[in-house]
């Protein structure tokens, strides 16, 4: 099984970085997905990371430790745009359904 | 349009009442998944079906029961409905598990109002 956290909430600035953590224990590991979700809507899939190291692409970014069960979503020149909750979700069991964090909400303010 | 199609939008029902959601997937993918989504809760994993087959369940109650078609279409029932099932729910598709780049083509989810 997979157990995954997420701080609950978050709070920043137009125009600043965050950095939104994902921490894991899991029997199998397959990827790890960070999915953008406003209130009300459908999660949109931002990245995917099967291997150690930063991904980047353009203003979000996603960081992967396999040793140490721990991705983080980076957020870059924040805008209003990107208050949404943020969940960090990975495949298990043998037909690979994905299990989600209970997701970041985050909020941007002016 | 992200080509996972749910229907309806909205539905405001009585408890104890039944319902049924409808999903119909990106043309191609071949495996449908529900999850419900409670106010300010994450997504939970409900069923998981694979052209026709149940392929994995999660902590789905004994009173929601899900199939999919022939055609592809799944279809998540929700009977003897309380008021804490209102919730959103949404289907998700992909070829078949979960693809490695992708993950998985969410609908917009179906909101549910039991009062």
């Known amino acids: 099984g997979q157990n995954i956290d997420q701080p609950t909430e978050m709070t920043a600035t137009e125009g600043a970085i965050v950095q939104i953590n994902c921490t894991y224990q899991?029997?199998?590991?397959?990827?790890l997905f960070w999915y953008q979700q406003h209130a009300g809507e459908a999660p949109t899939f931002l990245s995917y990371n099967v291997l150690d190291g930063l991904e980047e692409k353009g203003r979000f970014s996603s960081f992967l430790s396999r040793s140490k069960g721990y991705s983080y979503l980076l957020l870059k020149e924040l805008q209003m745009k990107d208050s949404a909750s943020y969940l960090c979700?990975?495949?298990?069991?043998?037909?690979?359904?994905?299990?989600f964090g209970t997701g970041t909400r985050l909020l941007v303010s002016p | 349009d992200s080509g996972v199609t749910q229907t309806p939008k909205h539905l405001i029902t009585a408890t104890g009442q039944r319902v049924t959601l409808r999903c119909s997937p990106r043309?191609?993918?071949?495996?449908v998944y529900w999850y419900q989504q409670s106010l300010d809760q994450g997504l939970q994993f409900l069923i998981q079906?694979?052209?026709?087959?149940?392929?994995a369940k999660g902590n789905i109650l004994e009173r929601f029961s899900a199939q999919q078609f022939p055609d592809l279409h799944s279809e998540l029932n929700l009977s003897s409905l309380e008021l804490g099932d209102s919730a959103l729910y949404f289907c998700?598709?992909?070829?078949?598990?979960?693809?490695?780049?992708?993950?998985?083509?969410f609908g917009s989810g179906t909101r549910l109002t039991v009062v």
């Open positions: 998700a598709s992909s070829v078949e598990g979960v693809s490695g780049v992708y993950g998985y083509t």
């Open positions: 079906y694979y052209n026709g087959e149940e392929r």
């Open positions: 899991t029997s199998g590991f397959n990827g």
């Open positions: 043309s191609g993918d071949l495996s």
């Open positions: 979700a990975m495949p298990t069991g043998d037909f690979q359904k994905l299990v």
